[in-house]
């Protein structure tokens, strides 16, 4: 049987030890007042925090690393960590040293020199080509110096990088505290939902929620659709979506395939049943609420309509459990957002066991201030995502022991 090993588990002793913590840093940016770049957000960071804390506690010599926006291999100065390393130092309530790059002998250098309980970051590890090639030389100049490896990183989970995947396979690996709980909480949606068990499903393409759709009709007792793909689900029907973005030919086929298979196995597969549409894409355009089987020529859905709105949300009170992943419209557009929020403020008022799968829905929570009343917001729309349908996460399964 294979297990996960945490930074936290009995018996495991940090006194000393060089450890390369992997973070996921890839916080936003903005230009100050000063002219100087400086985080936009700093959830991502403040989300590292209590691994690195338990590790400073517990006498670790400390490097944590990370990515940074799409250098591809070359340095690029605005995308240095130096703003998430400032944040960092003041989360942490200590020095948090930049280092000139992530790998070389005056890192491994400074590395050896580290005393416990201090922290240094490498600089942006996509600086290097060989970081997203999961080139071995790279991965073994990364390694150097250190004797523990730690991935807190589950956002770049789903990612078979050097610094997600080789570096765990040759140093004593273990997984952060917010890695641990990202797969405790997602892999416990899978196997062991309280029931019943609903899925809130937005997002514009039927064909890129395919393989989560497919996976939670054998496990969820009811699935909500919403977002733009719900447009292709109604075209499949023969309904008229007006200009709705909508996918054409073989995405109408899955669409109705879906909905065949939801049938077989007795998961209720629900559509909206008004749709809220605009006469142009525009916070200021004309918006009509029809019924969702008759949007007009001209018209698009923006939104689903408020007696969906409604009813997904008396769905979701009565759920044991519920799994969010994707607006239910163009929430960043005011006027298209309510339909967004009934899901949000449902599932905050809700005593289910409420998870949102990052991304899109995660930035809407945020957006609303009702992040913290749900049981897990996660830091990884990718990759809860892809655990979602069932796939294996490198990173993750480069840290499982027998």
Same mark, same amino acid.
């Given at each position: ?164 995947? %080789? ?31 609903? %899925?809130?499903?937005g997002g514009s393409k039927v064909s890129d929620?395919? &393989? ?60 909206p049943t008004d749709i809220l549409v605009a ?11 029809? &019924? ?41 557009? &005011? ?27 995660? %930035? ?14 996660s830091t990884g729309g990718g990759a809860a ?8 996460? &490198? ?8």
């Amino acid at each position: 049987m294979t297990r996960l090993v945490q930074v936290d588990s009995p018996g495991r002793s940090w006194a000393g030890e060089r450890v390369l913590v992997r973070a996921d840093l890839n916080a936003p940016l903005e230009v100050g007042a000063d002219g100087c770049p400086r985080v936009a957000d700093d959830a991502r960071i403040r989300a590292s925090v209590p691994t690195l804390r338990f590790l400073l506690d517990s006498g670790a010599c400390v490097a944590v690393c990370s990515h940074l926006g799409r250098p591809r291999g070359q340095r690029v100065d605005d995308l240095s960590l130096a703003p998430c390393a400032e944040r960092l130092a003041d989360l942490l309530g200590q020095p948090v040293e930049l280092l000139p790059d992530s790998v070389g002998p005056g890192v491994a250098t400074r590395v050896r020199a580290l005393g416990p309980g201090e922290i240094v970051m490498l600089e942006n590890l996509r600086f290097h080509a060989g970081e997203e090639a999961n080139a071995a030389a790279f991965a073994d100049d990364l390694a150097a110096g250190f004797t523990r490896y730690v991935n807190d990183a589950f956002g770049a989970a789903h990612r078979a990088h050097a610094s997600t995947e %080789a570096v765990a396979r040759r140093l004593d690996s273990s997984a952060g505290l917010l890695l641990a709980r990202e797969v405790e909480v997602l892999g416990g949606l899978l196997d062991d939902p309280a029931p019943p068990f609903v %899925a809130v499903l937005g997002g514009s393409k039927v064909s890129d929620k395919l &393989p989560l759709i497919d996976n939670l009709l054998d496990r969820a007792d009811r699935i909500l659709i919403g977002g733009a793909m719900c447009f292709t689900f109604l075209r499949a029907l023969g309904d008229s979506v007006g200009t709705s973005l909508h996918e054409d030919g073989n995405a109408q086929a899955l669409a109705l395939r879906l909905l065949e298979r939801a049938a077989r196995v007795n998961c209720t597969l629900q559509l909206p049943t008004d749709i809220l549409v605009a006469d142009r894409f525009d916070a200021g355009a004309n918006l009509r609420v029809v &019924p969702s089987d008759g949007i007009p020529p001209g018209w698009m859905g923006v939104d689903i309509g408020p007696r969906t709105a409604a009813a997904y949300r008396e769905v979701i009170m009565g759920a044991g459990t519920v799994f969010w992943n994707g607006p239910m419209g163009a929430f960043e557009i &005011p006027p298209f957002a309510d339909g967004t929020r009934a899901v949000a403020e449902a599932m905050a008022a809700s005593s289910a066991v409420t998870v949102a799968g990052g991304g899109d829905s995660g %930035a809407a929570l945020g957006d609303m201030g009702l992040a913290d009343r749900l049981t897990w917001v996660s830091t990884g729309g990718g990759a809860a995502l892809e655990m979602m349908e069932g796939r294996a996460l &490198p990173g993750v399964a480069a840290l499982l022991r027998s």
